[in-house]
């Protein structure tokens, strides 16, 4: 079967830097995303990664190793509105999203 | 910006009643979904189209339909509504070409069936 594991829910502080984690297992893969979504919200898309490697941008920053089937979201300088669900993705070989149960990230001042 | 739109955003409704939840998006993407989504669960796709006349169903079954006359539009209807449909109900679109198929979502409907 398809699976993706996140954790359920981390703490960080304001200011601090978190790593969120994702690993997989798919029949196939063409992309990994990541989306943030705000309590009673819609996701938002934040990164696509399809190479292995470091993407940048901003305070945000996603990481993918094919090899390993993991992915990892790094936030930097943390602030009070970054608490939020992460969600990661990851498109099969039919060119569907497989979405994880998301990793609720709460800051503390 | 994702131009994406849902109605109602909100729902009370009884049981047995037919409902259908609209929406729209204008950046003319060929491939719309549906999602449905639990607090603090992941999403399930419920149907997804690949354009006009095309619609599929996902893995979850909820007894509804979609229909896709206009590009812009794709409206989820269920024909009696159940406690258990009670859930926020995701509409997103995406180019549908490329690897790069970027899902963006609308503000979504909460649904709550008496």
């Known amino acids: 079967g398809q699976n993706i594991d996140q954790p359920t829910e981390m703490t960080a502080t304001e200011g601090a830097i978190v790593q969120i984690n994702c690993t997989y297992q798919?029949?196939?893969?063409?992309?990994l995303f990541w989306y943030q979504q705000h309590a009673g919200e819609a996701p938002t898309f934040l990164s696509y990664n399809v190479l292995d490697g470091l993407e940048e941008k901003g305070r945000f920053s996603s990481f993918l190793s094919r090899s390993k089937g993991y992915s990892y979201l790094l936030l930097k300088e943390l602030q009070m509105k970054d608490s939020a669900s992460y969600l990661c993705?990851?498109?099969?070989?039919?060119?569907?999203?497989?979405w994880g149960a998301g990793t609720k990230l709460i800051i503390k001042p | 910006e994702a131009d994406i739109y849902q109605t109602p955003r909100y729902l009370v409704i009884g049981t047995g009643k037919k409902i259908t939840l609209e929406c729209s998006q204008t950046?003319?993407?060929?491939?719309m979904y549906w999602y449905q989504q639990d607090p603090g669960m992941e999403l399930h796709l419920i149907h997804y189209s690949y354009g006009v006349n095309s619609t599929e169903k996902g893995d979850l079954s909820s007894e509804s339909t979609v229909s896709r006359i206009r590009t812009e539009h794709f409206p989820l209807t269920l024909e009696s509504a159940r406690p258990s449909h009670t859930s926020q109900y995701l509409c997103?679109?995406?180019?549908?070409?490329?690897?790069?198929?970027?899902?963006?979502f609308g503000p979504g409907t909460r649904l709550t069936v008496l």
């Open positions: 798919t029949s196939g893969f063409n992309g």
């Open positions: 950046m003319g993407h060929d491939k």
């Open positions: 997103a679109s995406s180019v549908g070409q490329g690897d790069t198929d970027t899902q963006y």
């Open positions: 993705a990851v498109m099969d070989s039919n060119y569907q999203l497989i």
